[in-house]
């Protein structure tokens, strides 16, 4: 095939299939297709997504040529487009406080936008302009390093459906009122916060991921709620402050109200803030749906922290995998006082019928970890396998832990046990 013939097949095109090409190339690129023939030039500019990075413009070892490029680079983008834009996504370490970034969102919210993505880089944070607000048919907002501030009279994104702040600089306040007025969000992630109290009302809410230094977490009004991740950011003080000045139970505030959930995932001092007041949990909620629980870096001394741990897997009937890491001090517990916790908070007729995966990583081989592989191999007729991860700092009770496995009785006949090192 000689090049005119190549030529007339890519003119001919129907433009339906020149606009999926186009939809998956980088916009540099799309840009540059537009010289392969006069019916080429300028469809890219009828594309309804356009995503923007550092790359749509040649490298130099001057920030500000960088910058200047890329800024009129976009300008032109929007100059030239054509028809609605849907999607629109910045992701760039070059532009932070530019003035220009207010005209592209007025132009936007001209367009129909639809889903919006800044991710500015390090330095002077964006002040997200009032525009924003008037964008009524966004149904996902994601937003990194910027500074946001809804006007006195906004009435929420009727449409939104996803909205992730990371790092964004707003009142308490205006984050709960924004949750709220937004009706149909159903994922909802906030990164990076420092000392916030958090209550949420978002019926339609299905995921939700927070991290950061939150003081109180209620989850109000978020029945359909089906797959939580929490990381949490306190030091020593902090937890010793939660203990003596928060009133009532926190597992209660946090998981009270989520018959649904499907997967649980808890980081870094989760189980320690549920730990609060968990003993004020009777009658304890059933997980009929939940199937995953994720727990990392629980502490085996503590024994509240070991009773959240217990809450959870025994009213969870319908628990699939479970995988849990340890915090342990191994000098602190080896002698582990309190044995008699596992006969008193265990229910004897509690089953795991659908349990088939357990992980348990960070292991020490002290007395309370071993309790709870005992437990679980003993009530779990499904189970198909058992991995242990030793923490890497412990070398003296590794035998023991595998003497004491091969005692444990097993309720499967096909659980097998692997014993790993990583």
């Keep these: 095939m000689d090049n005119g013939t190549a030529h007339d097949f890519l003119s001919d095109l129907p ?14 690129d799309a840009v540059k297709m537009s010289t392969l023939s006069t019916k080429w030039r300028y469809r890219w500019a009828s594309l309804p997504q356009l995503s923007f990075c550092d790359t749509c413009v040649s490298l130099s070892a001057d920030k500000s040529v960088v910058e200047s490029k890329l800024i009129k680079f976009i300008t032109n983008a929007l100059l030239l487009h054509k028809g609605p834009i849907h999607k629109f996504k910045i992701c760039t370490s070059i532009l932070q406080g530019c003035p220009d970034i207010d005209q592209w969102l007025l132009f936007l919210s001209r367009n129909d936008v639809r889903e919006l993505t800044l991710e500015l880089g390090e330095g002077e944070w964006f002040r997200v302009p009032s525009c924003l607000f008037s964008c009524h048919k966004l149904t996902l907002v994601e937003l990194c390093r910027c500074e946001l501030d809804p006007p006195p009279g906004f009435r929420g994104f009727m449409s939104l459906r996803t909205l992730t702040l990371n790092q964004v600089l707003v009142a308490p306040e205006a984050v709960e009122s924004l949750i709220s007025n937004c009706p149909l969000l159903e994922n909802l992630t906030l990164s990076y916060y420092d000392g916030l109290d ?18 109180e977490i209620c989850l109000e009004d978020t029945p359909l709620l089906e797959v ?17 000045h928060s009133s009532g139970c926190n597992f209660v505030k946090f998981l009270g109200g989520v018959p649904n959930l499907e997967r649980l995932i808890g980081h870094i001092y989760f189980t320690k803030y549920l730990s609060i007041g ?34 959870l897997i025994t009213n969870s009937p319908n628990l699939e995998e479970f995988q849990i890491s340890g915090s342990s001090n191994t000098n602190a ?17 509690c089953m795991f019928k659908l349990l088939k995966t357990v992980k348990m990583t960070d292991m020490c081989g002290v007395p309370h970890e071993m309790e709870l592989i005992k437990f679980l191999l003993g009530n779990s007729p499904a189970l198909e396998k058992l991995s242990i991860v030793p923490c890497i700092y412990v070398t003296e009770l590794k035998v023991d832990m595998l003497v004491e496995l091969v005692k444990f009785r097993r309720a499967s006949p096909r659980a097998e046990i692997l014993f790993l090192q990583e």
Excluded at 15 to 28: A, D, G, H, N, V
Excluded at 339 to 348: A, D, G, N, Q
């Design 15 to 28: 433009l339906s299939i020149t606009e999926i090409i186009l939809s998956y190339l980088p916009i540099r």
């Design 198 to 215: 958090l209550n949420l009302n978002a019926p339609n809410l299905k995921y939700l991921c927070l991290e950061g230094e939150f003081k």
């Design 228 to 244: 939580v991740s929490i990381t949490l950011y306190m030091n020593t003080d902090e937890i010793q402050e939660h203990f003596e």
């Design 278 to 311: 968990v003993e004020q949990w009777t009658p304890p909620l059933t997980y009929s749906h939940l199937k995953i629980i994720e727990l990392y870096q629980v502490s085996f001394e503590d024994m509240k922290e070991l009773l959240v741990v217990l809450r």
């Design 333 to 349: 517990i080896v002698e582990a006082p309190n044995l008699e916790f596992w006969e008193t908070e265990c229910p004897s007729d």
